[in-house]
């Protein structure tokens, strides 16, 4: 009875002699693969490596593509190469003129030298903690010296290409380049932002009553020249109206003159009509005279001749 044919599999690892072992030549290609799997990487561009061996930094690679390792025995440890930044937290200063203000700011750098990077801060959590510091340090050294309104004017680029300076000095040490140092934000105290705005709302008090009292002066100031000018056209008018008065009773009086010259007996017929207008004005008049005196003497007038 003839065995059974092992499947294709099977024989593609077991050996063709006949016995039970694997195949040799599949053992040296797979060890094969696993070294070359294990001894090359792929680097990207905005990438760049350092091969560690057993623990020690023995080169750094920056150009992208494909590099070549001592397989199981070198490390590649891949870092960055692109802009970092780290946001500084808020910090309490106080500046040259005794103000304290509360600071907020961020420091963007670069990872220039893998191998002194590695080195002396291992990573990027290291490298941030010695960054915050080294900030932090020249923001407190450098803004002690300045005053508050140095630090809110144009002149504050100025101080912070100087703290940029100053940082990237010591960051070099590092293997790092940092590009930028930027204050986000410039904030006072909560105790002395009351103080700050009670004070501010003194002075626009002061300011406002002063405004008022400048402004009722003024009124005032107008009100009196307004009043004076009033006084003399009102006493202009009551003098040119008291002569067009005068003027009028005299042409008035000319008239008269001039009426009862010539016919005396109708200028005292008009008189006695005017006093009889004016005394039968209201309805409830009563006269004690007698109807023979000389008030009623044209009632009871007849013509001369009409008897």
């Known amino acids: 009875m003839s065995s ?9 690892f077991l050996d063709p002699k006949g016995g039970m ?4 030549s599949l053992v040296l290609a797979l060890a094969a693969f696993l070294v070359l799997i294990n001894g090359v990487f792929l680097l990207h561009q905005t990438e760049q490596a350092l091969i560690v061996r ?51 700011a961020f420091c963007c750098y670069k990872i220039t030298d893998p191998l002194l990077f590695f080195q002396t801060v291992h990573d990027v959590q290291g490298a941030h903690r010695r960054l915050t510091t080294t900030v932090l340090g020249k923001l407190r050294s450098v803004l002690g ?23 990237n000095q010591a960051a070099s040490k590092f293997g790092l380049d940092v590009v930028d140092v930027r204050i986000l934000r410039t904030d006072l105290p909560t105790q002395n932002s009351e103080a700050i705005f009670n004070r501010m ?20 100031r107008i009100r009196s020249n307004v009043d004076r000018d009033c006084a003399i056209q009102i006493s202009d008018a009551e003098k040119q109206a008291k002569i067009l008065l005068g003027e009028g009773e005299a042409e008035a009086n000319r008239l008269y003159v001039d ?26 008049t009563t006269f004690l005279i007698s109807p023979k005196g000389d008030f009623f003497r044209y009632f009871n007038y007849q013509r ?3 008897e």
């Open 201 to 220: 709302i003194s002075e626009r008090e002061r300011e406002a009553t002063e405004i008022r009292a400048k402004g009722e002066e003024m009124a005032q």
């Open 54 to 104: 057993f623990g020690e930094p023995i080169r750094s690679v920056s150009h992208p593509g494909l590099h070549f390792k001592v397989p199981f025995v070198d490390v590649a440890t891949f870092f960055d190469r692109r802009l970092l930044d780290v946001d500084l937290s808020a910090l309490e200063i106080t500046l040259g003129d005794r103000r304290r203000v509360v600071v907020n």
């Open 21 to 24: 072992g694997v195949r040799p």
């Open 259 to 284: 009426t009862f010259g010539r016919n005396r007996e109708f200028f005292s017929l008009y008189r006695s009509l005017e006093a009889y207008k004016q005394a039968f004005a209201s309805e409830d």
């Open 4 to 12: 059974p044919s092992p499947s294709p599999l099977k024989s593609l």
């Open 145 to 167: 010296n300045l005053s508050l309104p140095i630090l809110l004017s144009e002149q504050r680029s100025q101080v912070m290409r100087q703290i940029r300076d100053d940082v």
């Open 304 to 306: 001369k001749g009409s």
